[in-house]
């Protein structure tokens, strides 16, 4: 496994996380701010895809 691809599967696993404690929480402020990290999370995993689809094609 290579680093990008370990990254990738920590900003996925981070992303999942921060979506179940958003959903689990009765407080909206926390609720709000957890899901907007998992979605921060995500486009970070997205761009690691990108990293290493274009490491790949080279």
Same mark, same amino acid.
């Given at each position: 496994m290579t680093d990008f691809e370990a990254r990738l599967e920590r900003f996925e696993t981070l992303a999942a996380e921060c979506d179940l404690i958003g959903k689990l929480t &009765?407080? &909206?402020a926390k609720r709000? %701010?957890? %899901?907007? %990290?998992g979605q921060h999370y995500r486009e970070l995993a997205d761009d690691m895809r990108t990293v290493i689809a274009t490491k790949d094609a080279a």
């Amino acid at each position: 496994m290579t680093d990008f691809e370990a990254r990738l599967e920590r900003f996925e696993t981070l992303a999942a996380e921060c979506d179940l404690i958003g959903k689990l929480t &009765a407080d &909206a402020a926390k609720r709000e %701010l957890y %899901l907007r %990290l998992g979605q921060h999370y995500r486009e970070l995993a997205d761009d690691m895809r990108t990293v290493i689809a274009t490491k790949d094609a080279a």
